[in-house]
């Protein structure tokens, strides 16, 4: 039996996707995810190298837990399209660490019968410190019935949807965000740092924390 779709009718904003926890990260899997990449840089796979350019070991690569983070959106958008998707690397991930990757809705609109939802994501290690932040924008059918309108060759059910976001909600206003659970703003990157102990003075001294952000090309448009 095929996987339940989701339809833009059911989602709210402030709802969250369900966690996504990944088996602890270790050098086997590193070593694949090179094979798999064509990425061999030593850092990843060589624990004698990472050692001589003053790092304790071998390090996960951000792009493997951006592919995480890109999981838990696949997981949870059955039957969506991914319209945009980028995250920035906030702390490494090392050998033996658990990555547990958590989303919430953050904004949904609706105009000329195309449906999108804009999604928070984050991802933590084991001890609950934030390793990524990023979002996505997903789109979505209206219901069953405008899919089947649509895959029919008839026109979309056009319903216009007000912009509704999550930076609008009372919960925010008083002061909700990182402190209520949900991922913070670019805004909120200090508070949710002392909360997390992203960059923390106390990391390890020898670790480079990554202030890099990946973006995925967003695609054409069909020429009219």
Same mark, same amino acid.
């Given at each position: +039996? ?5 339809? %833009? ?31 061999? $840089? ?11 350019? #003053? ?10 837990? +951006? ?11 059955? #039957? ?8 920035? %690397?906030?702390? +490494?991930?090392?050998?033996?660490? *658990? ?6 809705? /953050? $904004? ?5 019968? =195309? ?8 991802? &933590? $290690? @084991? =001890?609950?410190?934030?390793? +990524? ?5 997903? @789109? ?22 007000? =912009?509704? /976001?999550?930076?609008? *909600?009372?919960? *925010?206003?008083?002061?909700? #965000? ?7 703003? &670019? ?5 949710? &740092? ?5 960059? /923390? ?5 020898? &670790? ?6 990946? *973006?995925?090309? /967003? ?6």
């Amino acid at each position: +039996m095929p996987a339940r779709k989701l339809y %833009f009718e059911a989602i709210r904003v402030g709802d969250e996707l369900p966690a996504l926890a990944k088996a602890p990260v270790d050098r086997v899997q590193l070593a694949r995810y090179a094979g798999a990449s064509g990425d061999y $840089n030593p850092v990843h796979v060589d624990e004698l190298y990472a050692k001589s350019v #003053g790092m304790p070991s071998v390090y996960a690569p951000g792009m493997l837990v +951006m592919g995480m983070l890109g999981q838990l959106i696949s997981d949870w958008a059955r #039957g969506g399209q991914m319209r945009r998707y980028n995250v920035r %690397f906030i702390k +490494m991930v090392w050998p033996g660490d *658990t990555v547990v990757c958590k989303g919430r809705v /953050s $904004n949904r609109h609706g105009t000329a019968g =195309r449906y999108f939802v804009d999604i928070d994501l984050w991802a &933590e $290690n @084991q =001890r609950g410190e934030l390793v +990524m932040k990023g979002g996505a924008q997903i @789109q979505l059918f209206y219901s069953l019935e405008d899919e089947n309108r649509q895959r029919s060759g008839q026109s979309p059910i056009v319903i216009e949807v007000p =912009r509704e /976001s999550l930076a609008n *909600t009372p919960a *925010t206003a008083a002061g909700g #965000g990182a402190g209520d659970g949900s991922p913070a703003t &670019e805004d909120e990157d200090a508070s949710d &740092e002392r909360r997390t102990g992203a960059t /923390s003075k106390k990391t390890a001294p020898r &670790e480079k924390p990554a202030a890099k952000t990946a *973006t995925l090309p /967003s695609p054409k448009k069909p020429k009219k």
